[in-house]
């Protein structure tokens, strides 16, 4: 009999402009790319509304397109990210360290996949 453990994941969102998606594509959808050198944290964010208004307000004006990711991570992994509250109630991020990412990322479970667009 084959035995199968499958850890408990959280599902995690991330608002992005059209050069992060990109990246995203070419890494196969599987990871984040390393931050750039003026970004110290990936912030992934708690919950689908609040990705949605960043790319739709925020990316759309400053890249002219705005896309939502939706992802699963291993839950285990995210408690040494506590949760940041960026505003109020429901704008709820984790700061993942820069230097930290490619360890983050070897704990996503499955896919990124693509849920929402705004041009």
């Known amino acids: 009999m ?4 499958r850890q408990a994941s959280t599902t995690l969102w ?12 070419e890494l196969d959808w599987r990871a984040w790319p ?7 944290i990936f912030y992934p964010v708690l919950n689908e509304d609040y990705a949605v208004k960043i790319a ?3 990316n759309v004006k400053h890249d002219g397109a705005g ?12 408690r040494r990210y ?6 109020g109630q429901t704008i709820l991020e984790l700061w993942v360290p820069a230097g930290e990412l490619e360890q983050f990322n070897a704990h996503i479970v ?5 849920v929402h667009e705004f041009h």
Do not use: C, M, N
């Open 2 to 5: 084959l035995v199968t453990s």
């Open 14 to 25: 991330r608002p992005t402009g059209p050069k992060e998606l990109e990246l995203v594509r």
């Open 34 to 40: 390393p931050r750039l050198s003026e970004q110290p």
């Open 56 to 58: 739709r307000d925020w």
């Open 67 to 78: 896309f939502v990711t939706r992802f699963e991570v291993e839950s285990a992994v995210l």
């Open 82 to 87: 506590p949760v940041q509250q960026a505003g």
């Open 110 to 114: 499955g896919r990124i996949q693509l």
